[in-house]
T-cell receptor
Framework: AQKITQTQPGMFVQEKEAVTLDCTYD???????LFWYKQPSSGEMIFLIY??????QNATEGRYSLNFQKARKSANLVISASQLGDSAMYFC?????????????FGTGTRLQVTL | DVKVTQSSRYLVKRTGEKVFLECVQD?????MFWYRQDPGLGLRLIYF???????EKGDIPEGYSVSREKKERFSLILESASTNQTSMYLC??????????????FGEGSWLTVV
């Protein structure tokens, strides 16, 4: 069965520093996708970045990069130059196909707090 | 921009009441999902639908049912609300049925309290 594990319930980082949020996954399917979402206190889910299982290069989107290590089954999110507005809950997720459709399964999340 | 709209942001219901949570998407997406979010548990899939009148159970379907009579609308039904269903409910949609690279778009969430 597909599973996402986020082992850091909470993280602190100083403003302007980089931070890595950990994510490991488990699947036997060769084809899958990995996502990171940000959830501010308002509750909306904001898409940050995507990595496909066959992508050779690590995905980057502005200050966000995904450190994809396929053999280790890890998909860590790196946020460079943290800002106060980065304080939020961050979820790692994996998409996979069932017999009928594609689904998304989530980790338990990491709450990031950016301090001055 | 894709918009996923959940009809109610905050609801308070009594134990035993029938509760409807409505979700509408405006981009002709095939897949629609209902998730439940609880602290420390992340998002858990309740039900999903890949076509009109088609539905499949997710990881925690007990106590819930769904309806998809039109492509753009996906409803979550709590037949007899219980206090352990107090939670935040998130609706989501994605473009095509089998695509694993499609961005999943979420609604703003519905905070349900059952008293």
């Amino acid at each position: 069965a597909q599973k996402i594990t986020q082992t850091q319930p909470g993280m602190f980082v100083q403003e302007k520093e980089a931070v890595t949020l950990d994510c490991t996954y488990d699947t036997s399917d060769p084809s899958y996708g990995l996502f990171w979402y940000k959830q501010p206190s308002s509750g909306e889910m904001i898409f940050l970045i995507y990595q496909g299982s066959y992508d050779q290069q690590n995905a980057t989107e502005g200050r966000y990069s995904l450190n994809f290590q396929k053999a280790r089954k890890s998909a860590n999110l790196v946020i460079s130059a943290s800002q106060l507005g980065d304080s939020a809950m961050y979820f790692c997720a994996m998409s996979f196909r069932t017999g009928t459709a594609s689904k998304l399964t989530f980790g338990t999340g990491t709450r990031l707090q950016v301090t001055l | 921009d894709v918009k996923v709209t959940q009809s109610s942001r905050y609801l308070v219901k009594r134990t035993g009441e029938k509760v409807f949570l409505e979700c509408v998407q405006d981009m002709d997406h095939e897949n629609m999902f209902w998730y439940r979010q609880d602290p420390g548990l992340g998002l858990r899939l309740i039900y999903f639908s890949y076509d009109v009148k088609m539905k499949e159970k997710g990881d925690i379907p007990e106590g819930y049912s769904v309806s998809r009579e039109k492509k753009e609308r996906f409803s979550l039904i709590l037949e007899s609300a219980s206090t352990n269903q107090t939670s935040m409910y998130l609706c989501a949609s994605s473009f095509d049925r089998m695509g694993i690279g499609n961005t999943i778009y979420f609604g703003e969430g519905s905070w349900l309290t059952v008293v």
